[in-house]
C-alpha cells in the first residue's frame, strides 16, 4: 500500500513537471513577444535595493532591447533606483477541514528614474501583481516548484511594464517633466486638503 501511494505521487510530480514544462516554453515565447521595450536611451545606471534575480532579469531585458548598463553615473543617460522589491505568499481558501487550498502570489516594485544631474524625471511608481494558484498538501514539491516559475514570469512582467512607463518619459525635458509633476501634485494637495508624500530627488538628499 506504501509503495502505490509513493508511485502515485511521483507519477502526479512527473505530470506536474510535465505541464510547468510546457508553461516554461509558452511563458519563454511570450517573453519574446512582450520583452521589446523602445526605449529612448542607450545607457543606464541601476541603483537601489534588489534580488539578485530581480537584477539579473532586469540586465536580461535590458540587453534584449540593446540597453547598456553603466557602473557610474557619468557614463548613464537615465538612473534607475529600485525603491522596493516585494514577493510573498498569502493562504487564499481552506477547504471544510480546515486544511489550505489556495495560496495568493504576490510580487511588488516600487521604482523612480533620475537624469544623470540628479533631478527627478519619473516619480515614485509601484508594479504589483498577483497570482492564484491551488495547493494540494499532497504535492508540495511541484507546488513549490511551481511557484517559482510564477515569481519568475511575474518579475519578468514587472520589469517589462516598468521599462514601457520609461519610454513614456522620452519626449520631455527632465525639468518641465519635474516641474510639472510638482505642480499636479500641489493642485490636487490644495483641492483635497490631504498631505501628499513627495519624494525627494537625489540632489535634495544630498
Request: glycine share 4%; net charge positive.
Amino acid at each position: 500500500m506504501t509503495q502505490n501511494k509513493a508511485v502515485n505521487s511521483k507519477r502526479l510530480i512527473m505530470k506536474a513537471s510535465a505541464g510547468l514544462a510546457v508553461m516554461g516554453l509558452l511563458s519563454a515565447c511570450g517573453w519574446r513577444i512582450r520583452g521589446k521595450v523602445n526605449l529612448p536611451y542607450s545607457k543606464l545606471l541601476i541603483s537601489g535595493v534588489m534580488t539578485p534575480e530581480f537584477k539579473d532579469g532586469l540586465r536580461m531585458v535590458l540587453k534584449a532591447n540593446d540597453i547598456e548598463i553603466v557602473e557610474q553615473v557619468k557614463n548613464a543617460e537615465v538612473v534607475l533606483e529600485i525603491i522596493t522589491e516585494q514577493n510573498a505568499k498569502q493562504v487564499l481558501s481552506y477547504n471544510s477541514s480546515g486544511q489550505i487550498t489556495a495560496y495568493r502570489i504576490i510580487s511588488r516594485v516600487a521604482f523612480r528614474v533620475f537624469d544623470v544631474n540628479g533631478v527627478e524625471i519619473f516619480p515614485e511608481s509601484d508594479i504589483f501583481q498577483t497570482r492564484d494558484l491551488d495547493f494540494n498538501p499532497a504535492n508540495i514539491q511541484s507546488f513549490d516548484f511551481m511557484v517559482n516559475e510564477v515569481v519568475k514570469n511575474m518579475r519578468t512582467d514587472i520589469i517589462v511594464q516598468m521599462l514601457r512607463r520609461m519610454a513614456s518619459i522620452k519626449n520631455l525635458d527632465p525639468n518641465i517633466k519635474t516641474s510639472k509633476i510638482q505642480k499636479e501634485e500641489t493642485s490636487t494637495n490644495q483641492k483635497s486638503g490631504s498631505r501628499i508624500r513627495v519624494a525627494p530627488s537625489a540632489s535634495e538628499t544630498k
